[in-house]
Structure formats: structure tokens, C-alpha cells
């Protein structure tokens, strides 16, 4: 029988259940934090329960230092998806960056629970790497060192390049020096590393870094400190002077006397290791001035002499050497006719002219200067050269090129006062294959700020110019960008690219009251692939934290994306196999796909000035190195014209 009254009560009874599950869902969904007259703990948006949702309020909880209520909804993103990761998909292409294990780990760090942030800033690292999350690890470790009473250590460092010398001198014509080495602390990590100061790029602490750097150093002594610091600041460093003599060793000749003698003096900073007078070997060694003597049956004579580092200078001696007068100048080099000389100095810069063409970033320029009188001053680019007694000098001047024109001026004097200088224009150009045109385009685009804030503008500012000085990329600007660099006057230095590119680069700015992070990614526009992904961090978001992270981040890219140039071992139908073990290539390969140009230097070069080179074709890599080996597939140009000891470089 149908009781209305049951019914009743029924449905009051129901209706009662979903209000509690609707107010409920209220209480559970809802939280508000207020400090000042902001209210935190808000989603974007409406609250739908879901993961993202979660994870949004609680970053608003922190901003405002709601930790509690931030832990609580981090647990329950967590709950609802488990591992940190970078562009996490929310709804449809919208995508966030979802670190619940690592913004824990920092609220567990500011709240001193040390040993609980290390556990959720481990676990986040190991889902995925952060620099935010490495640089809080680093502070949760130093604080559970001071905790335990540790005494701080000191951190062990060994260099490894250049080959030290036991008492810590080394000689080296390397260009770029290379400094290498490693620092091991396997109680408190190594924290950082710096040479002569300027900090050397470590992607992460740990209990043994490896470093390897590359100097460009001016011919001359160089002190260079290396230094190594740990989590609990103990700190290493070891000095090393470094003697840098790329030129040959200077012969100075003081009497000739064709047919029957040549003496006169060497000189080499490094040390003469050899020296040689018409081919005969001649026993002689040590710094100089070392005196020389050799007796002769012909009228001609062939100097040559070789320093401790393998740098050599030659000189040809003939009956018309020493005069600009006719052989009675010879009379006057023999000491038999001391009449006044009335000819100024002669410079010969041998094998180079005027305007010469140069292909190499670097020229040894064989300069020799005669005269009648003993020449007592001698300088190339304005730099002063020692002289030991001699009417003749001969030495090679290693200079340095920048593109386009280049001048070098010798200048000398004699011992009447006499005064000489000649001037060489040489004009580097860079080989067809090194060209800035065949690199790897990228286009910038703005990072998404939280606001048009100068600051932030600036940063991307640093980021492209730290891109575009090594000449590694062409780098395009997006129009966006374009404006809103011109808005802030922010012009840059090595100019952009607006080839079409093969890439972008795309990224987002995170500012909290914690710190400010910039993540990046490379995407191929081909493939829509992801190349590569880098981030920074800074605990303050002031200028100099920026510029500094617009440099670290520059340096990650240019590091996954080394300019690699290897020679090609072997060929087999359209595949070369390509050795890495050369100096020119850096240590970390390039990922699979990457672009590669096959080119052969001109067969008519002249090795002293380098030459051009003819670019054969397009390579890809294939796959990764297997030891100092790897292949790339040959995508264009005559692979029947490919041939061993061509070489690759990379786009």
C-alpha cells in the first residue's frame, strides 16, 4: 500500500544525502588563503577535481605560504598522476609543467624537514631532471652536513690537460689551450668550478666532476689558478704557469762570409732542440742567446732550427745576402771594410703579399730583417721582439686573424739609428663549409612571461646574443620578439638570421616567490620533433641573476649541439663511417638525424695559409658513436665522389 508519508521521508532522507555530498564537495574543493588583499589557493579556472587542478592550487598556497594546505593538494595531484614532468598534457594541446615531488621537496626544505625534501627532490630528479630541483638538493644536502657536525673537507683536484711538469711550468703551442681535469669529493660533491676566476660549466654537483675548457691564450707566461669547491664551501686549487710559444725560434747572424764561415746566436723561449747548417746536424741545446759557428764549402747556407715544442724558422743565406749595395756588402758583414753603412734596414716577409688571401683563423708570418749595421730593435704589431746580437734576424710571428682584413706591421732599427717598417695587408676569408649560411637555423620566439617586464625581455636578450657570438646557429627573431627587443631598445650585437630556419625555440618563464626558472625547447619544424629541452634556475630574479641565466642556458644548447668537424674513415655505398678522435671535435656527439656537410679542402692550398674547401654533399648522422666511431648515411652529391680523409662538419 502506498504510503505518502514514507515516500516523504524517502526523499527528504535523498535529498539530504546530495546536499551533504554537494556542500561537501564544496568544503573539500575549496580553499582560500588571503595575505594582504590577495586570496591564494585558487585555481585557474573552475575546480574540476582533476589532477592539474590540484597541482594549480597548491602553487597558489605556496605563493602565498600556505605550505599545509599546498602540501595537501600536492599529495593529492600526486594521488592523481605520479611523476614530475615537463609539459604534461592538461586538456585537448594544453600542456603545464608538473613538478608536485619537487615543489614538496622546497616546501619541505623551507620548513627544515631536510630529510624528507631530500627524498621528494631525489625522486623528482630521477623522473625528471630539473635544474630547480638539483640547485635545492645541493641546499637540503649542505643543511644535513652542518646537521650531522661534519668536519668540512676539501676537495681532491687533479689536471689532467696540459701535461704538468713537476714543478708546475708547462710549455705548450696548443691553440685553444686546453684545460682539463677532475674534482672528486665523494663526502660533500663538488658544487663548482673556475679557472682564473670565471666559472666552467657543471651541469650538476656530484662526488666526481670532469671539466675540460678551452683557453684562448696570447703567445707568452699565463698563470692560470684552477679552483674546486664543494656543498660545505671547502675549497681546492691548484696554479699552473703556462708558457705559450706558438713562434719559431729566432736566428740572428752576426757574420757571413761566403764559402768559408756563418756564426751568430740563437734564441727560443722553449728551448732549442735542434739546429741544423746545411742539413748538418749541429750539437747544440738550451735557451739562448746560444752562439753558433760553422764552417762552409759553398757560398750559400741553409739555417735551420727547431724549438723543445717542434716550431721551426729557416733562413737561405746566399753572396747577396746582408746588402741592398752589391756584394761589397759582404766585405762589410766579413769585418774586413767598417765604413759607415748608408742604407737603412731591409724587412722581407717571406712567402706573403699584399693582400694576401688566408683561409686559417691563424698565420705564422716569417719575417727577416738584414741590414749593415747590427739591428737592435724589432717589434710585429706593435709587440717588442728580444734580440741577441745580429745583422740578420730571422724568425716566424704567430699572429691571430679576425674575418675580413687584417694588418701586420714589423717594424726595426738598426745601431746607426736607421728606422724600417713595412706593412702587409692579409684578408681571412672562412672556408665555403664554416660559413655562418650552412649552420643549423633556429628561430626564437617570446617565452611566455607572467608579464612584459623588461627584466624578463632582457634575459632573452642575453640568451640570443650568448647564442649567436660562437656562430654556431643561425639564429632567426620572431617578428613578436623583434618588437618587443625594439620596445626595450635592445639591439643585438651579432645580428640575426632570417634564413629559413630548421628550428624553433620556444619557452616558458616561472616566477614565484621562490625563485624564478626558464625552460626551452628546440622543436624541428619537419618533424615537430623535440630536439632537445634545457632549463635554468636563481633563488632572485635581479638582473644579474637573469644575465646569468641567459648564459647557462645559451651554454646547454651549444653543448648538446657541439660543431663538430671529424674526418671520414671510411665509405661504403651511402654510408661513411666518421672518426671523432681527432681534437677539433668536442666530446658529446650529435643526436641522430643531425645535418652533416661532406667537404674536401682544395687540393692547391698552401698549408701555410690554410685554403678553401668544395662541399661534396649532405650527410645525416645514422646512429650513436660506438667508441670514437660513428656513421652518417649520405643524403645528396656523388657518394661515389666520397672518398677517405674527406671530412664532415656539422650544420
Not at 574540476?48 to 595531484?77: F, I
Not at 669547491?229 to 740572428?252: K, T
Not at 761589397?328 to 737603412?344: C, I, Q, T
Not at 644579474?544 to 645559451?554: K, N, Q, W
Request: hydrophobic share 40%.
Amino acid at each position: 500500500m502506498y504510503d505518502p508519508s514514507s515516500f516523504m521521508n524517502r526523499s527528504l532522507f535523498l535529498l539530504a544525502i546530495a546536499g551533504l555530498m554537494l556542500f561537501g564537495g564544496c568544503a573539500v574543493s575549496r580553499k582560500v588563503c588571503v595575505t594582504g588583499d590577495v586570496a591564494y589557493c585558487e585555481a585557474r579556472g573552475d575546480f574540476t577535481g582533476r589532477w592539474y587542478d590540484y597541482y594549480e592550487r597548491a602553487l597558489s598556497c605556496m605563493e602565498s605560504g600556505c605550505y599545509q594546505a599546498a602540501l595537501e593538494d600536492l599529495h593529492e595531484a600526486i594521488r592523481r598522476r605520479e611523476a614530475d614532468q615537463r609539459r604534461a598534457r592538461t586538456v585537448g594541446m594544453h600542456f603545464i609543467d608538473y613538478f608536485p615531488h619537487r615543489e614538496k621537496g622546497l616546501i619541505h626544505y623551507i620548513e627544515g624537514d631536510y630529510a624528507a625534501a631530500k627524498t621528494e627532490l631525489e625522486r623528482s630528479l630521477d623522473q625528471y631532471p630539473s635544474e630547480k630541483a638539483r640547485f635545492y638538493l645541493d641546499r637540503v644536502r649542505a643543511q644535513l652536513f652542518r646537521r650531522a657536525d661534519r668536519i668540512p673537507t676539501k676537495p681532491r683536484l687533479t689536471l689532467t690537460l696540459p701535461a704538468s711538469a713537476a714543478d708546475g711550468i708547462v710549455w705548450t703551442r696548443d691553440d685553444p689551450v686546453r684545460i682539463a681535469g677532475t674534482a672528486v669529493d665523494r663526502d660533500e660533491f663538488i658544487s663548482d668550478i673556475a679557472i682564473n676566476g670565471s666559472p666552467v660549466f657543471v651541469a650538476a654537483s656530484g662526488p666526481e666532476v670532469r671539466f675540460s675548457e678551452d683557453l684562448v691564450l696570447a703567445e707568452g707566461r699565463h698563470e692560470i689558478d684552477v679552483q674546486a669547491r664543494n656543498l660545505m664551501g671547502g675549497e681546492v686549487w691548484r696554479r699552473m704557469v703556462l708558457h705559450v710559444d706558438r713562434s719559431g725560434p729566432l736566428i740572428a747572424v752576426d757574420r757571413f762570409v761566403p764559402g768559408k764561415t756563418v756564426s751568430g746566436n740563437l734564441l727560443d723561449p722553449a728551448g732549442i732542440s735542434g739546429f741544423r747548417i746545411n742539413g748538418q746536424k749541429v750539437w747544440l741545446s738550451g735557451y739562448g742567446p746560444i752562439p753558433f759557428k760553422g764552417m762552409l764549402r759553398s757560398r750559400t747556407v741553409a739555417l735551420t732550427a727547431v724549438d723543445r715544442l717542434g716550431n721551426e724558422t729557416r733562413i737561405q743565406l746566399d753572396d747577396g745576402a746582408g746588402s741592398h749595395r752589391s756584394s761589397r756588402g759582404w766585405l762589410a758583414m766579413a769585418g774586413s771594410d767598417e765604413r759607415a753603412a748608408v742604407a737603412p734596414p731591409a724587412v722581407d716577409i717571406r712567402g706573403l703579399t699584399d693582400s694576401q688571401i688566408v683561409f686559417s683563423e691563424t698565420l705564422r708570418v716569417p719575417v727577416e730583417v738584414r741590414g749593415e749595421a747590427e739591428i737592435r730593435h724589432l717589434s710585429v704589431n706593435g709587440e717588442a721582439v728580444t734580440l741577441p746580437r745580429g745583422r740578420i734576424i730571422s724568425f716566424n710571428s704567430f699572429v691571430r686573424l679576425d674575418p675580413g682584413e687584417n694588418r701586420v706591421t714589423v717594424t726595426a732599427a738598426d745601431a746607426k739609428g736607421r728606422n724600417v717598417e713595412k706593412r702587409l695587408r692579409i684578408i681571412r676569408r672562412i672556408p665555403e663549409a664554416f660559413q655562418l649560411q650552412h649552420r643549423y637555423g633556429i628561430s626564437v620566439h617570446p617565452f611566455d612571461f607572467t608579464e612584459e617586464d623588461p627584466d624578463r625581455i632582457r634575459f632573452q636578450h642575453d640568451l640570443l646574443d650568448s647564442l649567436l657570438q660562437p656562430r654556431r646557429f643561425r639564429i632567426g627573431v620572431s617578428e613578436d620578439l623583434q618588437t618587443l627587443l625594439d620596445r626595450q631598445g635592445m639591439a643585438l650585437d651579432g645580428g640575426a638570421d632570417w634564413g629559413s630556419p630548421h628550428a624553433v625555440l620556444l619557452g616558458v618563464v616561472h616566477e614565484t616567490r621562490n625563485g624564478i626558472e626558464a625552460a626551452a625547447r628546440m622543436v624541428n619544424i619537419e618533424t615537430r620533433e623535440t630536439l632537445a629541452v634545457g632549463d635554468v634556475y636563481a633563488p632572485s630574479a635581479d638582473r644579474d641573476a637573469l644575465a646569468v641565466m641567459g648564459r647557462r642556458l645559451s651554454e646547454k644548447f651549444l653543448r648538446r649541439f657541439p660543431l663538430l668537424a671529424a674526418e671520414i674513415v671510411d665509405v661504403s655505398k651511402n654510408r661513411v663511417r666518421i672518426d671523432l678522435s681527432g681534437r677539433e671535435t668536442p666530446g658529446k656527439a650529435l643526436p641522430p638525424s643531425w645535418p652533416l656537410l661532406i667537404y674536401r679542402a682544395a687540393e692547391t692550398g698552401d698549408a701555410a695559409v690554410g685554403s678553401d674547401v668544395r662541399i661534396i654533399g649532405d650527410a645525416r648522422v645514422a646512429d650513436a658513436p660506438s667508441g670514437d666511431v660513428f656513421t652518417a648515411i649520405v643524403e645528396a652529391g656523388a657518394a661515389g665522389d666520397i672518398r677517405p680523409t674527406d671530412r664532415v662538419v656539422a650544420r
